[in-house]
Nanobody, 125 residues
Framework: QLQASGGGLVQAGDSLRLSCAASGRSVSNYPMAWFRQAPGKEREFVAA????????YYADSVKGRFTISRDNAKNTMYLQMSSLKPEDTAVYYC????????????????????WGQGTQVTVSS
């Protein structure tokens, strides 16, 4: 089970840190990712990280502003978001790919098997 938290209402230019805590099993050997979905839009890739944290991928729209990380000792993944823009407004979902143990992360949502419930991020202008 994944539990995403840390969302909220902020102003443009502010920062937020999202957390995704896993429970029930260790996710330390699996790639994890963040996706987001704005109203009326498809769920889109934001960032992904491999099991060790040594490989990360970002969507072009967030590159340089967002940082994905993980703490395997805490079974938790993070997304540090800075310089937030109104277009970052969405529900943010975390996920992990149980089929890719110790492999590179995917940026495709259909490759992820387990999803958290989402946390709302709203950025006002």
């Amino acid at each position: 089970q994944l539990q995403a938290s840390g969302g909220g209402l902020v102003q443009a230019g502010d920062s937020l840190r999202l957390s995704c805590a896993a429970s029930g099993r260790s996710v330390s050997n699996y790639p994890m990712a963040w996706f987001r979905q704005a109203p009326g839009k498809e769920r889109e890739f934001v960032a992904a990280i491999n099991w060790s944290g040594g490989i990360t991928y970002y969507a072009d729209s967030v590159k340089g502003r967002f940082t994905i990380s993980r703490d395997n000792a805490k079974n938790t993944m993070y997304l540090q978001m800075s310089s937030l823009k109104p277009e970052d407004t969405a529900v943010y979902y975390c996920a992990y790919d149980i089929s890719s143990r110790l492999r590179r992360p995917s940026t495709t949502k259909n490759d992820y098997d387990y999803w958290g419930q989402g946390t709302q991020v709203t950025v006002s202008s």
